[in-house]
């Protein structure tokens, strides 16, 4: 137990459809991430956010959609994603969000894109 | 944006063997973190070392840092099947700040 959860653990999606994944830590930190985790492919950071507000955004398609309504809060919201999309999507926390922190990582959404 | 290479990115030894892997990039690091992933899991933080040359110890896990600071390499003492799992090093980039994850060595240890 990281104190960081993620829910669902699992989710199937038409590519049609709208859902959100949620992250919440217990751990009192000021910095939360997205990262999406591919077969064969590193670890990606897609958004960074410190005190709630969105400090990195990597390109990230416009079909997701990241929320921050506190800092022990974190959602991800899909629209209209690809096959592609399918991946383990990770949350992260950190103290003050600086680059060489300790992470402290949930178990992740495994998301399958049909 | 720098590219860190896991080498092996698979390794399936036996139970008490004794292995090493491997952290490459041709950037500077300002520091670098050894995560660990079990399956189902998200990574969890091993060690971070800072310092060109720094050796760090973790019961039977060896950690150290290449002196230029570009490389890093993970030594494992008498392999356990609890030692299983995805290993990902992480680099802090000298110059940007940023924080890039590597390739990852899968290492599966049988009984």
């Known amino acids: 137990e990281t104190g960081v959860t993620q829910t669902p653990r699992h989710l199937v999606m038409g590519m049609t459809n709208k859902k959100s994944l949620k992250c919440e830590q217990h751990?009192?930190?000021?910095?939360m991430y997205w990262y999406k985790q591919s077969a064969k492919k590193p670890l990606e950071l897609m958004f960074v956010?410190?005190?709630?507000?969105?400090?990195e955004n990597n390109s990230v398609p416009s079909r997701f959609s990241p929320e921050c309504p506190n800092s022990s809060h974190l959602f991800l919201h899909l629209h209209t994603l690809q096959p592609e999309d399918s991946a383990l999507y990770l949350c992260a926390s950190s103290p003050e969000g600086l680059m060489n922190e300790k992470l402290f990582f949930g178990s992740g959404t495994q998301l399958s894109v049909l | 944006t720098q590219l860190l290479e896991q080498s092996p990115q698979f390794l399936s030894i036996q139970e008490g063997e004794n292995l090493t892997v491997y952290c490459n990039s041709s950037s500077v690091f300002s520091s670098l973190q050894w995560y660990r992933q079990e399956p189902g899991e998200g990574p969890v933080l091993l060690v971070t070392?800072?310092?060109?040359?720094e050796v760090k110890k973790l019961k039977r896990l060896t950690f150290q840092f290449g002196d230029a600071r570009k490389d890093s390499s993970l030594h494992i003492t008498a392999a356990q099947p609890g030692d299983t799992g995805l290993y990902l090093c992480a680099g802090v980039d000298f110059g940007n700040e940023k924080l890039t994850f590597g390739t990852g060595t899968r290492l599966t240890i049988i009984p």
């Open positions: 956010y410190n005190f709630k507000e969105q400090t």
């Open positions: 070392v800072v310092t060109g040359g």
């Open positions: 751990l009192g930190h000021n910095a």
